[in-house]
């Protein structure tokens, strides 16, 4: 099965931005639809951005308020977050995940493999 691996977390203050990245070893040859999400302290887990298999087409959580912006790059099996603009109710574990569709979901429910997450903390 497909290991998807997050990293690009780390510490900011209000108003920086991040790349958070993703790499998922044959997720493309297996056209699977990627999705990120976030789990805030205390809060359940929210989706944010998905993305069809192919990058051709992509949709978005209301929390990312025109912020957020996911890609992939197929040639190298990853996939990206990049978050401009952040503000402190953004510090949360952030997840990228796969689904066997080739649509990146709003549903977690849907997504069959799941990374182990990586810490954005934003300071105010």
């Known amino acids: 099965q497909v290991q998807p691996v997050e990293s690009g977390g780390g510490l900011v203050q209000a108003g920086d931005s991040l790349r958070l990245s993703c790499i998922a070893p044959?997720?493309?040859?297996?056209?699977?639809?990627a999705g990120w999400f976030r789990q805030r302290p205390e809060k359940e887990r929210e989706f944010l951005a998905g993305?069809?298999?192919?990058?051709?087409?992509?949709h978005y959580g209301a929390s990312t308020r025109g912020r957020f912006t996911i890609t992939r790059d197929n040639k190298k099996d990853t996939i990206f977050l990049q978050m401009n603009n952040l503000e402190p109710d953004d510090s949360a574990i952030y997840y990228c995940?796969?689904?066997?569709?080739?649509?990146?979901?709003?549903?977690?429910?849907?997504?069959?493999?799941w990374g182990q997450g990586t810490q954005v903390t934003v300071e105010p």
């Open positions: 995940a796969l689904t066997t569709g080739a649509i990146g979901t709003r549903s977690a429910n849907m997504y069959s493999f």
């Open positions: 044959g997720s493309t040859d297996k056209m699977y639809g």
């Open positions: 993305i069809h298999w192919s990058g051709d087409s992509a």
